[in-house]
């Protein structure tokens, strides 16, 4: 079957990769000049199997308040007379209750669980090295106050059976040796050993040359106009250079795959939410990170990818813009500096992305009321560390063959 998958980001190149090694001819089209030049080039590299939830939880709308007013702020809004962000956030808080709560992070944990293997499969398949680490998250608590509210988080790693450590100073001390000279900031800290770490740009890049092996076109620098539809049936895609034809179509274009479905009905909700990272040369080894650390008070999480300390985050809800505020840099600097100054800050790339985010943080993943149109998008905050088990869902979905995992209630039916 003739397949074309719109976007190279990371979501887009693993299913391209799958679909490929299920026997498809594979096109993927992007308007960058390569594969991972938007949402997923910089991003905060974790690959957080367990530490997987919505970011709608029970409580969350009385802490955005809290949030809003601080410093340096987790959260920033800037509303806009637009219905696509307004009812987002309508729905986002819907689904805020514990019954909401409970089923999405379910299906999250599902597909990140399935991606966890996936990406092993991939690992071995391909040999491909992308700075790789497996030595977990620590989430790091400054004040008694977040190590006493993490035991709702640690009851719900129990009871989804994810591995975890809570751990006093001196554990994160041993896990995290560079918090040695930070000890008195420090309260406790969850560890969740099972995660991994990585550099995104570099994995989508390995990967796209072997699925390029494999057979796959990749055509760079090309906007997607349309999407050819005949009687209910896709039939292809129109670019700014041409019309492309398949027998089915993948859209995998991050926070703008609303807008190209929206011509059809499809109701999909997705939405940018910004996030920032910045990427520092390492100076120091000693006083870096080993793997991710997630600063609770900031919501800020600080990678180790090779010889950088990549540190990224904030949620900003601010519609479909890039640009770079001195403040947020200021945001970052301060969480990675106050815990590991072992970087050289003055060489560091600071860097914004937008986030695919749906209101019930599962990405939607399967058929659409037109025939052969499926979607592969709206990973939101997890979308490197969901990309492996939401592409092999895709391309068995796209082939008619029955998923590992249940991808019933992952489609955009699931809105209706
Ligand atoms: C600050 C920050 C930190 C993050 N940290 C993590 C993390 O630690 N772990 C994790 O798992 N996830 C993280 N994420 C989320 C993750 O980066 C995203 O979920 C993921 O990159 C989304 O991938 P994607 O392929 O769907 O989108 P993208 O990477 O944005 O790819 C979409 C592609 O579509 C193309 N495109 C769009 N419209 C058109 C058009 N009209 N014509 C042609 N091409 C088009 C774009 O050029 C782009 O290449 C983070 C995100 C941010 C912003």
Not at 9 to 33: F, I, K, N, P
Not at 56 to 85: C, N, Q, S, V, Y
Not at 176 to 202: M, N, S, Y
Not at 361 to 384: C, D, E, R, S
Request: proline share 5%.
């Amino acid at each position: 079957m003739k397949v074309i998958v719109l976007g190279a980001g990371v979501v887009g190149v693993t299913s391209a990769y799958q679909l490929a090694r299920a026997g498809h001819e594979v096109t993927v089209v992007d308007r960058q000049e390569g594969p991972a030049l938007e949402t997923s080039f910089a991003n905060a590299g974790e690959v957080s199997f367990g530490y997987c939830s919505p970011w709608a939880a029970p409580g969350i709308p009385l802490k955005a308040m809290k949030w809003l007013f601080m410093e340096h702020a987790p959260l920033i809004l800037r509303p806009k007379m637009d219905t696509a962000m307004l009812s987002w956030m309508a729905q986002m808080l819907r689904n805020c209750t514990s019954q909401r709560y409970a089923l999405n992070k379910s299906r999250m944990l599902r597909i990140a669980d399935y991606a966890r293997v996936s990406l092993a499969d991939v690992r071995n398949e391909t040999g491909i090295a992308y700075d790789e680490r497996m030595q977990g998250t620590l989430q790091l608590f400054r004040t008694q106050q977040q190590l006493d509210a993490s035991a709702k988080d640690v009851k719900a790693l129990a009871a989804d059976g994810v591995p975890y450590e809570v751990l006093d100073p001196e554990g994160c001390i041993r896990v995290e040796p560079a918090l040695r000279h930070v000890r008195e900031k420090i309260v406790g800290g969850l560890l969740t050993p099972k995660d991994e770490t990585g550099d995104c740009f570099k994995f989508t890049n390995a990967l796209a040359l072997k699925a390029a092996e494999l057979g796959v076109t990749f055509v760079y620098g090309t906007n997607i106009k349309a999407l050819d539809v005949e009687g209910g049936t896709v039939r292809g895609v129109v670019t700014d250079r041409e019309t492309l034809r398949a027998d089915a179509v993948v859209v995998a274009l991050g926070s703008y795959s609303p807008l190209l479905v929206k011509q059809f009905d499809i109701k999909l909700p997705v939405y940018p939410v910004k996030g920032y990272s910045l990427t520092i040369p390492i100076v120091d080894a000693s006083r870096a990170p080993e793997s991710t650390v997630m600063d609770e008070t900031y919501k800020i999480a600080i990678t180790r990818l090779g010889d950088r300390i990549r540190v990224g985050g904030m949620a900003e809800i601010s519609g479909y813009t890039n640009d770079l505020g001195q403040k947020r840099r200021a945001t970052l600097e301060h969480s990675v500096t106050d815990l590991f100054p072992g970087g050289d800050i003055g060489k560091a790339d600071f860097w914004s992305g937008l986030r695919p985010m749906t209101p019930d943080g599962t990405p939607v993943i399967g058929p659409t009321k037109v025939k052969g149109l499926f979607l592969n998008t709206g990973h939101g905050t997890l979308g490197w560390t969901m990309s492996c088990g939401s592409a092999k869902l895709i391309s068995d979905l796209v082939s008619g063959r029955k998923p590992e995992i249940d991808a019933t209630d992952l489609a955009v039916s699931r809105y209706a």
